[in-house]
């Protein structure tokens, strides 16, 4: 028996076999093979054709089921016929608008487009402070409702002519099964979700003229959510009837993969954005709607997720911290500053030779849009300190590290305010936290203890899959094979020095907000 897991990220699009029984994966890909493009017609504007990520999304299933029935020795027909559940990861807060044949009527608007940070501002001032952040927990800042908002605005073709809205996994799991749902998760992290009600936030669909037959059929996160249609079986070279059984945003989903499920529990990653996020079993928020909150994958609501999580009305929150300017910065460094074809292995060996603190350079990562932590604002990336006569590339290299985890640290600290504690972080061992500058940057400036873990956001939508068809009872059971592969503690005899260097940031990040 196995289980197929979908991750679609702004980056790429993975797909992963997994055996349900021995819980190995038996097969990885990814496609396109460099960074998917991200169209910019405007500054702070972000968006991305669908139709590119159904593209990739066949040719990354036709590799790890290729290369699965390689590694599992059988036939690719027996192993096709074993295929039980498909489960689906992707990137949040994005907007695709659906035709009523289900066709992309423009290009999705992703997460890092801050367009519609405007319409979010005056939605809190319209409706009150109070009510949003006590009912949506969060201001609606520049999530996928705003972003709608400035379609019915500025395109209002597109807005007649929508009859779905949709988040980029909602848009997937349609394309597989041509039924259009969604989730609580889902619409909590839309903006759409009234956490005091229970339901839809009307008073924010009113608030925009939004008609409640744009959203679709609310679904559980962990159960049937449609079948694979029989066209769509053969465009991918799959059985038809394979039931999608699990969906959750690509956050919620990494906590999920490194069996994040519970109150104190932390998850992080590391990737184009970075996240810290943390579950949290009451209600809260933070007053400036720094950092986000939205209902976990195992958040009961009403009869949502009863069935693979039945506690009555079961509190998993989740806060959010992210920092949009994260491995972009990293990656801009390797294509600008570093030598050309410079690996990141000897992007991170170059940091390693300057010492923590960069000899006084600072690096302000906030180059890729509106951020959250600073109320939305566009302050831009900096870089201050900087002395001709002492500073090299490995300065830059290791300073652009040291900025993205002190922007970390910026956000725990908010977080903390909310009563979470931050002692232990949970990661897949991928991406920047294949850094050793990094990672011992974080456990240094944070005083955590950082847990690496093999996984990623593919195998957790398989396995999130398999609970959702109950062929695991639990996560506990689904998730007993985590390997844990590096525990990074962080050195007391070095964290003064990581403290100083975080101070001078701080300071320099100061400077910055008062030009802006």
């Known amino acids: 028996m196995y289980l197929i897991g979908y991750d679609i990220g702004s980056s790429s699009v993975k797909a992963c076999v997994v055996d349900a029984q021995s819980g190995r994966t038996l097969s990885n890909a990814f496609f396109p093979k460099q960074e998917a493009p991200i169209l910019s017609l405007k500054a702070g504007w972000a968006e991305q054709d669908p139709e590119s990520w159904w593209d990739d999304l066949k040719n990354a299933t036709a590799e790890a089921l290729a290369t699965a029935a390689e590694r599992a020795g059988c036939s690719m027909a027996v192993l096709k016929d074993g295929l039980a559940a498909i489960g689906i990861s992707y990137q949040m807060h994005g907007l695709v608008c659906v035709n009523r044949e289900q066709q992309a009527l423009r290009p999705a608007i992703i997460w890092c487009d801050s367009r519609a940070v405007p319409y979010g501002n005056e939605a809190m001032q319209a409706l009150g402070q109070d009510f949003c952040l006590e009912h949506l927990l969060n201001s609606p800042g520049n999530f996928t409702a705003c972003k709608l908002a400035w379609v019915k605005e500025h395109e209002p073709e597109i807005y007649e002519k929508t009859h779905k809205i949709m988040l980029p996994g909602d848009y997937i799991a349609m394309r597989l099964t041509g039924t259009a749902c969604t989730t609580v998760s889902g619409l909590s992290e839309g903006m759409f979700w009234d956490f005091k009600c229970n339901g839809l936030c009307r008073e924010l669909m009113e608030h925009f003229g939004f008609d409640t037959s744009l959203i679709p059929e609310i679904r559980p996160t962990f159960g049937e959510q449609g079948r694979v249609t029989a066209r769509i079986a053969e465009e991918l070279g799959i059985k038809a009837g394979i039931p999608v059984t699990y969906r959750a945003g690509d956050q919620p989903n990494n906590a999920l993969s490194l069996n994040v499920f519970n109150p104190g529990e932390i998850a992080s990653t590391a990737g184009t954005s970075g996240v810290v996020y943390g579950v949290n079993g009451t209600v809260n928020y933070d007053p400036l709607s720094r950092v986000n909150t939205f209902a976990h994958v195992n958040h009961a609501a009403g009869d949502y997720n009863r069935s693979a999580f039945p506690a009555t009305e ?203």
């Open 314 to 516: 079961q509190t998993r929150l989740g806060v959010l911290l992210c920092i949009n300017g994260t491995g972009i910065l990293n990656s801009w460094i390797r294509r600008n500053v570093a030598p050309e074809d410079c690996s990141y292995e000897t992007l991170s060996r170059m940091a390693e030779q300057v010492p923590i603190g960069s000899e006084g350079l600072s690096i302000i990562p906030f180059g890729n849009g509106a951020e959250r932590v600073m109320q939305n604002k566009e302050t831009g990336c900096a870089v201050e300190g900087i002395q001709f006569n002492l500073h090299r590339r490995p300065h830059l290299i290791r300073a652009a590290q040291e900025g993205i985890v002190f922007s970390f640290r910026y956000g725990i600290d908010v977080m903390k305010g909310m009563g979470m504690k931050v002692d232990k972080i949970h990661a897949g061992q991928a991406n920047m936290f294949l850094s050793p500058v990094f990672r011992q940057t974080l456990a240094g400036v944070t005083g955590a203890v950082i847990e690496l873990y093999e996984t990623d956001g593919s195998v957790g939508a398989a396995k999130g899959a398999g609970i959702g068809a109950g062929i695991y009872k639990d996560n506990r059971e689904a998730f007993a094979t985590l390997e844990r592969l590096k525990v990074i503690e962080p050195d007391l005899r070095t964290q003064p020095l990581y403290e100083e260097a975080y101070r001078r940031w701080l300071e320099a990040l100061r400077r910055l907000e008062q030009r802006h």
